[in-house]
């Protein structure tokens, strides 16, 4: 099982940004689906989860700027980041519960600078 996350990349303060991650491979089950990110220096942080039925969690940093979201039918997660900020800026990792183990995708770098 593999996770493929795309969509990083450098934004300006105030610019949008919207990730992708797929999940491939012989796939049973399917639960939880999201996102945590790493910024140099500090420690990984969850910024936003969903289940399959649809309900979601989202860090109090990203509440109103950040919708998760998932095509259950894709195995994809998305995350669509509006009103960034600089403090927004850092590695963000997909992951996902598959197969009743947790399952990560590689990290893709979001830069938000003028």
């Known amino acids: 099982v593999q996770l493929q996350a795309s969509g990083g990349g450098l934004v300006q303060p105030g610019g949008s940004l919207r990730l992708s991650c797929a999940a491939s491979?012989?796939?049973?089950?399917?639960?939880?689906m999201g996102w945590h990110r790493q910024a140099p220096g500090k420690q990984r942080e969850l910024v936003a989860a969903t289940t399959t039925a649809g309900s979601t969690n989202y860090a109090d940093s990203v509440k109103g700027r950040f919708t998760i979201s998932r095509d259950n039918a894709k195995n994809t997660v998305y995350l669509q980041m509006n009103s960034l900020k600089a403090e927004d800026t850092a590695v963000y990792y997909c992951?996902?519960?598959?197969?009743?183990?947790?399952?990560w995708g590689q990290g893709t770098q979001v830069t938000v600078s003028s």
């Open positions: 491979g012989p796939i049973f089950s399917i639960n939880e």
């Open positions: 992951y996902a519960h598959i197969n009743y183990r947790d399952c």
